[in-house]
């Protein structure tokens, strides 16, 4: 059992019949969710009831990793089934004029400032009989150089998208002056009304009859985090005890709002009969923030490529596929995303354009891997964030057991065995020099394929 995942139940099944062919999809996207935070990977003290019922549906991936430690990027990846390097979109979208942290060692590649609308997203590639709604957080162009805005030329609407919405719903970037640092007048088990979610439960209900692909791109988790709810700050300052504090009472308060927010959602699919013919798919686009999350024993945060920065949740629910209660232990990540969703959609690409996700449609049906190979996965971060003075460029590959960091400032390289040490609390570079330089040279290998951007020595 991979450290932290709660033990699940397995139930015996018969043979599922096949399933109902052109299925609809709803790809749920948490936003700096880290792969501890929630009931169903661990986590004792915060309520996740409904994502703790879809892993007892569907499959819980427990070495799920998101394509960057950062949003934009991996946003990037998910939407086109190319990795950050190969996409040149490592970083955050940034304005043009964006100047780059004072005094550093190296310089660093400038900042991706718009997803290029030559590359064909999710909902350009699947069969345009589909409904395809997008709903909350882009983050993938500066053209109004408004902060999350989506644009009018790079938006998701000119990217495929039929219909969609970028409201903020009830997160605390839409709060009055007036609502920040208050509550509201919320009774035990209620929420705050989400107009985003309920949008999203609109728009699934619209397209009854008609196969569609959702994609509900949340701002929960992300900071500012602070509840509005009284019940639930007062419910999480009692279960933390001594131990609470401000921040972890908000954070606990806030991945419980989310968790609701993803069972309205998951509800409104059962109450309209869409749920036996729908896939849902639930990740999170980075680790979790390092003033937040609980990261059990894993090192890192986002902004960095330790097990903490790019290990996420995962769940898959596909009825009469994926075997309720089951737990894959391959590594898989969410530039797997677009080839699997067109796989199971039928959908095809053309011309045909270079991918670096898998179709992990054979895990589905049996998570055990048999039969299904994977090399190796690779991160690439040629960056310095100017807010998290310990992040610098670096790239990281796994192959197997095996994880390898580089560190472009030093040219230093770290090996862990995740098999023995998920925290990644004991180099193994010095004691085993052979396997850091081969996996070395197969990282720079695949850095080289995909014409990947690296930080360079300054005059």
């Not at 030329?153 to 000119?158: A, D, N």
């Not at 530039?335 to 959908?347: K, N, R």
């Not at 991160?379 to 580089?406: A, C, M």
């Amino acid at each position: 059992m991979t450290i932290g995942v709660m033990a699940l139940p397995v139930y015996l099944f018969a043979q599922p019949a096949a399933p109902p062919s052109r299925p609809n999809i709803v790809f749920i996207l948490a936003d700096d969710l880290g792969w501890s935070d929630i009931g169903c990977y661990g986590n004792p003290s915060i309520s996740t009831p409904n994502l703790n019922k879809l892993a007892r549906e569907g499959m819980l991936f427990s070495d799920a990793y998101a394509p960057a430690p950062i949003c934009s990027p991996s946003r990037a990846a998910f939407l086109t089934g190319k990795s950050p390097a190969r996409l040149h979109f490592e970083f955050v979208s940034k304005p043009d004029g964006s100047k780059a942290p004072a005094g550093t060692r190296l310089q660093q590649p400038a900042y991706p400032r718009d997803l290029p609308l030559e590359e064909i997203t999710l909902a350009e590639a699947i069969d345009s009989t589909y409904a395809t709604g997008f709903f909350g957080k882009w983050h993938l162009t500066q053209e109004n150089d408004r902060y999350l805005g989506w644009g009018d030329t790079f938006g998701p609407l000119q990217q495929g998208f039929d219909k969609g919405s970028e409201g903020l719903g009830s997160h605390p970037y839409a709060y009055s002056k007036e609502e920040k640092k208050t509550f509201g007048n919320f009774q035990r088990g209620e929420y705050p009304e989400d107009a985003l979610t309920g949008e999203a439960v609109a728009f699934l209900k619209s397209v009854k009859g008609r196969p569609f692909l959702l994609y509900y791109s949340m701002y929960y988790v992300h900071t500012p985090v602070q509840t509005r709810c009284r019940w639930l700050y007062d419910k999480y300052k009692k279960l933390q005890g001594a131990a609470a504090t401000e921040k972890s009472i908000h954070y606990a308060a806030f991945v419980e709002t989310m968790d609701g927010y993803v069972g309205q959602l998951l509800e409104a699919l059962e109450e309209t009969g869409q749920a036996e013919n729908t896939v849902v798919i639930f990740t999170s686009d980075n680790g979790g923030h390092p003033s937040f999350t609980a990261r059990g024993k894993l090192k890192g945060s986002k902004w960095n490529l330790y097990e903490g920065g790019v290990r996420v949740p995962m769940i898959v629910r596909w009825p009469g596929v994926v075997k309720p209660g089951s737990i894959c232990r391959i590594p898989v990540t969410g530039v797997d995303v677009f080839p699997t969703i067109c796989s199971i959609t039928g959908a095809k690409t053309d011309p045909p354009r270079a991918r670096d996700g898998a179709d992990i449609t054979p895990l589905l049906r049996d998570p055990s891997g048999a039969g299904w190979k994977r090399e190796m996965l690779y991160w690439h971060f040629p960056y310095y964030h100017p807010d998290f003075v310990n992040t610098k460029p670096q790239s990281s590959i796994r192959e197997g057991r095996y994880k390898l960091l580089y560190f472009y400032e030093e040219g230093r390289t770290e090996l862990y065995d995740l098999s023995r040490d998920p925290g990644e609390g004991r180099d193994l570079s010095l004691a085993m020099p052979g396997k850091a330089a081969r996996m070395k040279d197969s990282l720079f290998d695949e850095l080289q394929k995909v014409k990947a951007r690296f930080p360079l020595v300054r005059n």
